[in-house]
């Protein structure tokens, strides 16, 4: 069992916390907003998404998944999933040359070897017929 980190459980982070931990792995969700982390460790979304609660509840039941407010939580996770949107420019559109949390920033010279992958939906763009699209990018 590998123990992951999620930092941050919007649509995208929570739903791949608790996905890894129903295969699994020991996962911990960092999240910066305490009413988001409120819901999700009482097993309901911020968010709509058919059947999500069920494997919530499930995935928490199990003791593999939790969430958290603090950082320090994630030391000791061997992978770092970075599952959180570009930072914004001032006009509002999406930063996408960096993520906006800094691999360096999430483990220690003490903590071992570790490995971060980045998670993110790519902006919204027109499709053919007009209408915007989201498409996943990892």
């Given at each position: 069992m590998t123990k992951l980190s999620v930092i941050g459980c919007g649509y995208l982070g929570a739903v791949h916390a608790a996905c890894m931990a129903e295969?699994?792995?020991?996962?911990?969700?960092?999240?910066?907003?305490?009413r988001k982390v409120a819901l999700l460790r009482s097993g309901r979304a911020p968010f709509h998404e058919p059947g999500f609660d069920d494997l919530l509840v499930h995935a928490l039941a199990t003791g593999r998944l939790t969430f958290t407010?603090?950082?320090?939580?994630?030391?000791?996770?061997q992978v770092h999933f970075i599952c959180v949107g570009p930072p914004s420019r001032t006009a509002?559109?999406?930063?996408?040359?960096?993520?906006s949390t800094p691999p360096s920033r999430l483990s220690s010279p003490t903590s071992g070897r570790?490995?971060?992958?980045?998670?993110?939906w790519s902006a919204s763009r027109p499709s053919r017929s007009g209408r915007r699209s989201r498409s996943p990018r990892t």
């Amino acid at each position: 069992m590998t123990k992951l980190s999620v930092i941050g459980c919007g649509y995208l982070g929570a739903v791949h916390a608790a996905c890894m931990a129903e295969l699994g792995h020991e996962v911990v969700g960092l999240e910066v907003d305490p009413r988001k982390v409120a819901l999700l460790r009482s097993g309901r979304a911020p968010f709509h998404e058919p059947g999500f609660d069920d494997l919530l509840v499930h995935a928490l039941a199990t003791g593999r998944l939790t969430f958290t407010t603090d950082p320090a939580a994630v030391a000791g996770a061997q992978v770092h999933f970075i599952c959180v949107g570009p930072p914004s420019r001032t006009a509002g559109t999406p930063q996408t040359s960096r993520p906006s949390t800094p691999p360096s920033r999430l483990s220690s010279p003490t903590s071992g070897r570790t490995t971060t992958a980045r998670s993110s939906w790519s902006a919204s763009r027109p499709s053919r017929s007009g209408r915007r699209s989201r498409s996943p990018r990892t």
